[in-house]
């Protein structure tokens, strides 16, 4: 499985991105999916998480009811809406797939066996 992120780039506080991560190699019904962001100088945190089966969303306190995860099986693409952005929110995002064949949700990196190469997503004015 490989994985491309997209659609990063420069936006003010109170914007919206839509960050997509296109899959190749496999199918996505057989990957939990998941987002993670590194800032400078900070660990890599995990900010959104999917099932395999798209029933079960997870997400990271800080971006609740801000930010969507989703993924088109048929389009083989994860999709990442971000919404209301803070400066806080600037960091490269990764996207990440673990072949899991339930509804459960890996948490931490290490349980991801693919990962794309990032975007930039910057949050300023």
């Known amino acids: 499985l490989q994985l491309v992120e997209s659609g990063g780039g420069l936006v003010q506080p109170g914007g919206s991105l839509r960050l997509s991560c296109a899959a190749s190699?496999?199918?996505?019904?057989?990957?939990?999916m998941a987002w993670f962001r590194q800032a400078p100088g900070k660990e890599r945190e995990g900010v959104a998480y999917?099932?395999?089966?798209?029933?079960?969303?997870e997400y990271e306190d800080s971006v609740k009811g801000r930010f969507t995860i989703d993924k088109d099986i048929a389009k083989s693409t994860a999709y990442l809406q971000m919404n209301s952005l803070e400066p806080e929110d600037t960091a490269v995002y990764y996207c990440?797939?673990?072949?899991?064949?339930?509804?459960?949700?890996?948490?931490?990196?290490?349980?991801?066996?693919?990962w794309g190469q990032g975007t930039q997503v910057t949050v300023s004015s």
């Open positions: 990440a797939a673990a072949a899991v064949y339930s509804d459960y949700i890996p948490l931490l990196s290490l349980e991801y066996d693919y």
């Open positions: 190699g496999d199918y996505l019904h057989d990957y939990a």
């Open positions: 999917v099932t395999s089966s798209g029933a079960i969303r």
